[in-house]
């Protein structure tokens, strides 16, 4: 029988390269999950399945790619989704699922715009249409920390205030934190926290460790290999790498070169916290060092300084 390789036996070691893409690049996502090819159709329906269990009556049964003629900002920077689906469940209902893979400001706001397109878009032109509107899902795979508490997936509908009840089903968003996901996993793990841990950790492994080793995620594999690239796929795969590896270095020789001048505007800016809270009187030093991030040094002397300014 052949031995069960265990999770620190299946991590690529320094120097090797992991033969699966990272699926938080919007080109191996669309690949692994193209609703458009019955393999990858499957992978995405199993996916929806295990992330939405608890918000969906019934389990999906059937995905296609929804045309969206244009968002209703008339803006194309805001359209962002990776895919726009129309699902079926397995008795016969249908839903809208929007989902979105990409690091975004202004967060909360823009998957509330998005829900709202969704729903506005299903009106159809004529006077016969009565509202009748579908369910609607914007799930968000966020690679940051988004929410300040250690829950990884947050769940949020429209609810009745004093009830807690759902109040209507048109509004239901999913937002994942893969931030958040350890870097530990089990066979009697739930299918939702080996997603998880598939979705952040899949290109730091070189195979399927035990635990995961389930039919869905062999067959997810073989569908985010890199060798399965095109060459304008690899590419331009590559290239996702090669932009960010060159923001960084700009980045961190701004900072070199402008270290000065950043530290400078960021001590102003802490002395002015610091001088209003002074001059309100109420504070200690200590929760003044506290809010404005000066050391407790600096605002006795700032204190001693304006006072100084008063008395003259």
């Not at 016969?128 to 940051?144: G, S």
């Not at 509908?157 to 209507?168: A, G, I, P, Q």
């Not at 730091?204 to 290999?225: D, G, M, V, Y």
């Not at 923001?247 to 916290?273: C, G, M, P, Q, T």
Request: glycine fraction near 2%; hydrophobic fraction near 40%.
């Amino acid at each position: 029988m052949k031995k069960r390789k265990s999770l620190k036996d299946c991590i690529v070691k320094p120097g090797e390269k992991s033969p699966f893409a990272n699926l938080l690049v919007d080109l191996a996502f669309k690949k692994a999950f193209d609703p458009d090819k019955p393999t990858s159709r499957e992978n995405l329906i199993n996916l929806l399945n295990d992330l939405l269990a608890p918000q969906l009556k019934h389990p999906i049964k059937n995905v296609w790619t929804r045309n969206v003629a244009k968002n209703l900002s008339g803006s194309k920077a805001s359209r962002t989704a990776i895919f726009d689906l129309h699902c079926e469940d397995d008795a016969g209902e249908l839903i809208e699922i929007e989902v979105q893979i990409r690091k975004l400001d202004n967060f909360l706001n823009r998957l509330a715009f998005y829900a709202s397109e969704m729903v506005a878009n299903q009106a159809e032109p004529g006077d016969d249409w009565d509202y009748t509107i579908k369910p609607t899902y914007v799930i968000a795979i966020a690679r940051h920390k988004m929410f300040n508490d250690n829950r990884i997936v947050h769940r949020a509908t429209v609810t009745d205030l004093e009830t807690n009840e759902k109040f209507m089903d048109s509004y239901n968003f999913t937002v994942v934190e893969l931030a958040k996901v350890p870097f530990f996993i089990e066979s009697k793990s739930d299918s939702l926290s080996k997603w998880l841990f598939f979705f952040r950790y899949l290109n730091r492994l070189k195979e399927l460790p035990s635990a995961i080793n389930e039919r869905k995620f062999r067959q997810l594999t073989e569908s985010s290999k890199v060798s399965k690239f095109t060459k304008e796929e690899f590419e331009a795969y590559q290239k996702v790498f090669h932009e960010k590896w060159d923001h960084n270095v700009l980045r961190r020789s701004f900072f070199e070169e402008f270290a000065d001048d950043v530290n400078a505007k960021i001590d102003e800016r802490a002395r002015e916290i610091a001088k209003r809270l002074i001059a309100n009187g109420k504070l200690p030093n200590e929760d003044i060092a506290e809010c404005s991030g000066l050391s407790i040094e600096d605002v006795v002397v700032l204190r001693s300084q304006m006072c100084d300014v008063d008395q003259k």
